[in-house]
Every structure is written in structure tokens, then in C-alpha cells.
């Protein structure tokens, strides 16, 4: 892997996250209303109103505001939060483990079984288990993902008592959360297997070495399934924002202490800063993620490494 | 037209999502004629939590409330955020994606690079974003839904006509000396109606999960609205003695989905057939 190509996503990655910062900047500054008067609380003097002003530096011309915002940014400094009146970063740290571990067990979770379920439906085509297949991943397109965490909840944790129904602890408060999030992703990552296989076993190498009488389980992993695998790395990497987004619910349905709730209590108070914060970190994550799937399809197909 | 017609009939899927899609949009429209002089937000506590019965098919909420008229009832006001939202969305994002697709400069390029920025980003964290700018209510949500979704639009219509501007017809236009507007409005736009018209109704589906993702959040209309993302939040408590509350409006939004995506499925194998999944 050339070192140069490397260099070039990382520097989009950087790009990415720095545009995300500035957009949100000014974003959070089209707000109606006075955040200096939110700060403050109601029934407040305008004085204090006034003396929170000066004291947050919200006084200052807008373009002050963005220099010290940017000036922050690489040490990760992010802001002062209107509500807890403590530094943004110490809300969003110990958010930051939680919601990468629903993340990325969903996500693990639907890879393994998606990509099982996938290749069994293409090598099964037309049987029951195809179809079967296909009506799970239809329904896992359809249904609302916190209707799924709530009935599971109901059926697993009120009736039949097998798993706690919500919060943080040890790996049994990770299944539910994980499954519900992670059921979307399964179903577009079997549907996609499927339709990656089916089409990659129509191709003349596979035919070449079915010839050659290398065995059939060697044939469906060594060949087909490495060549699907090409888009089914990119999407995973593109699909990780969408597991980030799906979090932010699955995370209010379990009580999950996430990323995703901060942000939910940080909107319903209005306090900008956190969600601005909690906006750039999830931006972060995902344009990191992106860049891991790049690199690791340029680790799989030797053929875009010559770009 | 005919041929289109014909082949749609013949695809299985996609009838079935036109008939649920239509069966929504009826029950939508006819919802203030379907409460049996009920009035869905009129609260009778003496019938609180009451199970499934004849007086009440799918059992009372716990203010005594008719859980299926609520359903009902939220059928126009969950299917009016999802389709005015994607309307909305519409406009913007065939001009980005058209702007920037047929006019090859330094500035379509960076509008694409902040477009695909925004796709890439969850859709319901833009929404939460552009909540957390306007507040809660109904044209909030329809904004939120809508605003979020121009990208994917700009991107499809980008994609579009980076396919169509090199072929022979729009080439032919250009050495006849017509107009850039001509040639966007004669020739590229009717080629892209069938795209958008496939990302609308994925959309649709997309766009209601949001909103009634964003609803249950509690970032959606304000009680008593029966919003159906709503409804399943509102309906928490009684997830022990009355399971019905939080089942009906999801089976309703799973319908809906479901319809808005068999029918998006079934257009695009029947009008682009070369796109066929």
C-alpha cells in the first residue's frame, strides 16, 4: 500500500471533520433567541444576563467567537456546556466507550450473520430458507427500530426475565441494544452478500476452478466470497453512520448512557455547545470509519492500489 | 407510458406496495370520517388501559383514549410530515445536483464534496440538528425531514446527469447551438424524472422512520398530537398492561414503510430496468 494514498484519505478525513466543525459552528449560531438568557435560566435580572454575557465572551463580534472556537479545536477543547456549566468534553468522554461498544458489537453482530445468511440464500437460491431470508431482511428494512427494541424488551426482559431490560453493565445488557440496532444492517448486508455471491459465481474463474477440482467449500470462501466481499467493506464503512444514527434511538429505548442520549437531553435543552460537540465526534467517528474501509479494500483488491 | 403500465402490473412487489401505499394514503384521507363520532384526543379516564374488547378493537391508552381511531388519526399527520417533508426536499436538491452535474466547474465540485459530507452523515442526526435550530411541532418535523434529505436528491440527480451529459442527444443539442436551460429543461430533466421519482418513494419510507424516530425521542409535535412515533413513546408505561398501545402504531409505520419501499423497489426495476438490484 502506497504511503501517498494513505496520506490523501487521511487529509480528506481531517478535511471532513474540520468543514463538519465549522458548519455546525455557525449553524448553532442561527439560533432564534439569546443564549446568554438560557445560560441564565428564566427569572433572571437582566444584569446577570448581561454579566453571563460578557463572562461566556458571547459579547464579542461573531468572528472573535469562531477564532476561539478554532484555536480549541485541536486541543480538543469544545466548548463549555450551557446546562452542566462544565467543559463539553468531560460530558461526551465517558459517553464515548458506550456507544462504540453497541456500535461496533451491532455492527459485528450483523456482519457475521448477515454474511452467513447471504451466502447460504445465494448457494440455496429459490428454497425456503432464501425465502425466509428475504422476509427477515424486508422487515428489518421496515420496521421502526425502536418498535423492534421495545418488543424485544417487552418479550426478553418483562416476560421472560432472560436479560436485564435496560442500562450499562456487563455483556448481558449488550444483547438486546446490539441485536435491535445491529437488524437493519443485517438486512441490507445479506441482501447485498446474496446478490454479490449470485453474481460473483456466474464468473468464469469460478467455473475455471470448479474444473480444476479445487473443493466446493474452497470455490464458495477462497474465491466467491472474496470478491464479493469488495462492496460489501465499503458499504459496512459507509453504513457505520447510519448504525451511529440508528444508536442515538437504540440508545433512549435501553437506557444505554451513550452518545446518542447525550445528544437527545442536549437538544430538548438547548444546550449547543453539547450538541455541537456531540455532532463533531459522531462526524469524527464516521469519516474515520470511511477511512478504515478504504484501506481495508485497498488491503483486499490489489487492483486499486495502482490509483 | 403503456409499456411502463404494463410491465408494473406484471411485478408482484410492487403492486402489493402500491395497494399498501394506497390503502395508507385512503385511510389518511377518510381518517376525520372513520371515529365512529369519537373524538380521538377526548380523554375518558373511567376507560383507562382497558385490553382489546368489542366497544374498543384494539383497547384504550391510559387516558381512556381509543387506541385504533389514534392510529387513525395519525395516519394524515404522520403521512403529511413524510410526503410534504420529501416535497420539500425536491426542489433544492434536483437544482444542486442539476447545477452541479451539468456545469463542471471548481464550484459544482466542491458543492458535491459537501453533499456527499452530508450523505454520509446520519440523516436523523442532521434532523435532530435542525430540531434543535427550530423546535418542536409539525412544520419543525416536515423541515427536519425535508432539509435532511435534499443531499441524497442533489446526489441522485449529480449522478444522473453525469450519465446523460456525454450522450449522443444532449451532444446533438449542444452543436445545434441550444441553450444550457434548454438543454437542462428539454432534454436532461425528462431522463431524470425516473430516478427521482424511484428516490422519492425510498425516500418517503426513510423520512417517516425519522420522524417517527424523532417523535418518540420526544423531539416531535407536542401531546396530545397522534403522531405514530408519538403514540409508541406515549404508550411506554403501559407496555406491561397494554401492549396494544405500542403495537398498533408500529405495525401502522411498518406498513407504511413497507409500502413506500415495494413500491420504490418496483418502479425502479420497471422504469430503469439496468438498475435492478
Known amino acids: ?307 | 407510458m403503456a409499456v411502463f403500465l404494463r410491465r408494473f402490473r406484471r411485478h408482484t412487489s410492487g403492486m402489493i406496495g402500491l395497494l399498501l401505499v394506497l390503502a395508507v394514503c385512503a385511510v389518511a384521507l377518510a381518517a376525520p370520517w372513520l371515529n365512529r363520532g369519537i373524538n380521538p384526543l377526548a380523554v375518558n379516564l373511567a376507560a383507562s388501559a382497558q385490553r382489546p374488547s368489542a366497544d374498543y378493537p384494539l383497547g384504550t391508552d391510559e387516558m381512556g383514549r381509543d387506541v385504533l381511531m389514534r392510529v387513525v388519526a395519525g395516519a394524515p399527520v404522520s403521512l403529511a410530515v413524510c410526503v410534504v417533508g420529501v416535497l420539500l426536499a425536491l426542489i433544492p436538491g434536483i437544482w444542486i445536483g442539476l447545477l452541479a452535474g451539468f456545469r463542471q466547474g471548481r464550484a459544482g465540485t466542491i458543492l458535491m464534496r459537501g453533499v456527499d459530507a452530508l450523505v454520509a452523515f446520519p440523516r436523523i442526526l442532521l434532523a435532530m440538528v435542525i430540531i434543535s435550530i427550530a423546535g418542536p411541532g409539525i412544520p419543525q418535523l416536515m423541515l427536519a425531514v425535508g432539509l435532511s434529505s435534499i443531499p441524497i436528491f442533489a446526489r441522485v440527480m449529480y449522478v444522473t446527469v453525469q450519465s446523460l451529459r456525454h450522450r449522443d442527444f444532449v451532444q446533438a443539442a449542444t452543436a445545434l447551438g441550444a441553450k444550457d436551460w434548454w438543454i437542462l429543461w428539454r432534454h436532461i430533466l425528462p431522463n431524470a424524472v425516473a430516478p427521482i421519482l424511484v428516490q422519492a418513494s425510498l425516500n418517503i419510507a426513510t423520512a417517516l422512520q425519522i420522524a417517527a424516530g424523532l417523535s418518540f425521542l420526544g423531539l416531535g409535535p407536542p401531546p396530545p398530537s397522534p403522531e405514530w412515533g408519538a403514540l409508541i413513546d406515549a404508550g411506554r408505561t403501559l407496555i406491561r398492561q397494554q401492549p396494544m398501545v405500542i403495537i398498533a402504531p408500529g405495525i401502522a409505520i411498518a406498513i407504511t414503510v413497507l409500502g413506500f419501499n415495494l413500491l420504490g423497489d418496483g418502479l425502479r426495476d420497471t422504469l430503469d430496468p439496468r438498475l435492478k438490484g
Not at chain 1, 183 to 201: K, Q, Y
Open chain 1, 1 to 307: 500500500m502506497r504511503l501517498g494514498q494513505v496520506t490523501r484519505h487521511l487529509g480528506a478525513l481531517l478535511l471532513t471533520v474540520f468543514l463538519v466543525s465549522v458548519a455546525t459552528f455557525f449553524a448553532m449560531r442561527m439560533v432564534p433567541g439569546d443564549p446568554a438568557r438560557l445560560i441564565a435560566g428564566q427569572d433572571v435580572p437582566p444584569e446577570v444576563v448581561e454579566a453571563i454575557r460578557v463572562q461566556w465572551g458571547l459579547d464579542r463580534p461573531l468572528y472573535v467567537q469562531f477564532g476561539k472556537f478554532l484555536q480549541g479545536l485541536p486541543s480538543g477543547s469544545l466548548g463549555t456546556s450551557y446546562r452542566t456549566k462544565s467543559p463539553v468534553w468531560d460530558e461526551v468522554k465517558p459517553r464515548l466507550l458506550p456507544t462504540f461498544l453497541l456500535t461496533v458489537t451491532g455492527m459485528g453482530l450483523s456482519l457475521v450473520f448477515g454474511l452467513g445468511a447471504g451466502l447460504l440464500s445465494a448457494i440455496r437460491r429459490g428454497t425456503w430458507f432464501d425465502t425466509f431470508i428475504a422476509v427477515l431482511s424486508t422487515l428489518g428494512i421496515s420496521l421502526p427500530v425502536f418498535w423492534v427494541g421495545i418488543l424485544l424488551m417487552m418479550l426478553f426482559a418483562a416476560r421472560l426475565r432472560w436479560l436485564p431490560s435496560g442500562g450499562f453493565g456487563d455483556w448481558r445488557y449488550l444483547i438486546l441494544p446490539s441485536f435491535t440496532l445491529g437488524l437493519g444492517f443485517f438486512a441490507s448486508i445479506s441482501r447485498m452478500t446474496r446478490s454479490a455471491v449470485l453474481e460473483v459465481l456466474q464468473d468464469d474463474f469460478i467455473r475455471t476452478a470448479k474444473a480444476k477440482g479445487v473443493p466446493h467449500l474452497r470455490v464458495l470462501f477462497k474465491h466467491a466470497l472474496r470478491n464479493a466481499l469488495l462492496p460489501i467493506v465499503t458499504i459496512s464503512g459507509l453504513e457505520f453512520g447510519r448504525l451511529l444514527g440508528g444508536a442515538v434511538i437504540t440508545e433512549s429505548v435501553f437506557a444505554w448512557p451513550g452518545m446518542g442520549r447525550l445528544m437527545v437531553d442536549s437538544v430538548k435543552f438547548r444546550d449547543y455547545p453539547t450538541v455541537q460537540a456531540c455532532v463533531i465526534v459522531l462526524a469524527a467517528s464516521i469519516a474515520l470509519s470511511t477511512f478504515f474501509s478504504d484501506l481495508l479494500n485497498l488491503s483486499i483488491d490489489p487492483r486499486l492500489r495502482k490509483g
